[in-house]
């Protein structure tokens, strides 16, 4: 019988793992574990599919193997090659993560430590890019400004219809039912005084998406950043105005958190999951290392996490505000 190839071999170890339709929120609360076994997303297939088959390649090439078990033991030596090439952090988690699903293991059995994840050391969207230079801002001057007055992923902007597009009496812009990540739907506010930008298309012809296409140059996660600091501010001062609130002078706030061990881990239950106690905390959110002394209000915090399709105010924190 003929060997299959090392991407096939990739493609059905990962297939097999696919729980598309289900809910990987509900599927941890079922299973008690914080990592539920399986693959959740079309979009996170695709993604460990690259990863594998890349392995996978550089295993048959440079230790002739021809089957996942043989590429195995040569894991270790394949992030190490992506810590001497100076592959982010956040790209070699990316490849471990991966290699785990495909290997049906933990991160633990790989005898290899990882550099730390460092918001500082991020690129994306943090400077001039070489894409950057084959874009042009003037020729796709809507498509852009549609992106920063709503902060729209990538995949999202180019589905958004001119049906989904309301304003409601007192002119505030909504675009309802975007469907993010994981098939989770939302509605998404316009940033105030940005309304014409996304008003203008409105008119269009219902059924078809406001753009044909977005250009494979355009930096849309830096239009993401962008909403995500003037949003933040606005809704702060929105609540300034309205509540009086100054977050800094509220009292501590009740929340269930998970507890951690002396050496920093989560304490965990016989069945894999955090264990949880009632904990009072500050109710603003105090950045550390590199941005320590900056805080930020932790209210507005998880309303733009929900604007941006995500539910963690410490994603906003690391990826989208500040500079």
């Known amino acids: 019988m003929k060997q299959k190839s090392m991407v096939r071999q990739v493609q059905e170890a990962l297939q097999v793992q696919l729980r598309i339709g ?17 693959i959740f997303s079309y979009r996170t297939f695709e993604t460990y599919m690259k990863q594998g088959c890349a392995f996978a390649k550089w295993a048959k090439l440079e ?15 394949y992030l190490q090659s992506g810590i001497d090439r100076g592959l982010s ?27 730390e994840r460092r918001r500082e050391d991020i690129q994306r969207s943090r400077k001039k890019a070489a894409r950057d230079y084959g ?21 999202e902007l180019a589905a958004v219809k001119p049906e989904q597009i309301r304003q409601d009496t007192d002119g505030s812009v909504t675009i309802c039912q975007i469907k993010g990540k994981g098939g989770k739907v939302r509605d998404i506010d316009v940033l105030p005084g940005k309304e014409e930008a ?18 494979s140059h355009m930096d849309v996660h830096g239009c993401r950043r962008e909403y995500a600091n003037a949003m933040y501010h606005s809704y702060q ?25 002396p050496d920093g881990s989560y304490l965990k239950k016989p069945d894999g999951s955090r264990v949880k106690t009632w904990q009072l905390i500050s109710s603003y959110y105090r950045c ?36």
């Open 135 to 155: 874009f042009s801002k003037e020729n796709n001057a809507d498509i852009l400004a549609f992106a920063k007055a709503t902060g729209l992923r990538r995949h």
């Open 22 to 38: 289900e809910k990987r929120h509900d599927a941890k609360k079922t299973e008690h574990t914080h990592s539920p076994a399986g």
């Open 89 to 115: 952090a956040y790209t070699l988690s990316t490849q471990r993560a991966a290699l785990c699903k495909l290997y049906g293991c933990t991160a633990r059995d790989f005898a290899i430590q990882l550099p």
């Open 237 to 261: 001062e929105k609540l300034r105005k309205t509540e009086g609130r100054d977050f800094r002078n509220l009292p501590p706030i009740w929340e269930l958190r998970p507890v951690r061990n």
């Open 63 to 77: 230790h002739g193997s021809r089957t996942l078990a043989e590429a195995r033991p040569y894991v270790e030596s």
């Open 288 to 323: 550390k290392k590199d941005r320590r002394g900056v805080v930020y209000d932790k209210k507005v915090m998880l309303y733009v996490s929900r604007q941006l399709g995500n539910n963690r105010i410490s994603v906003v924190a690391g990826h989208y505000l500040g500079k």
């Open 198 to 215: 996304v008003l203008k298309f409105a008119g269009n012809p219902a059924g078809r998406p406001v753009f044909s296409s977005v250009p």
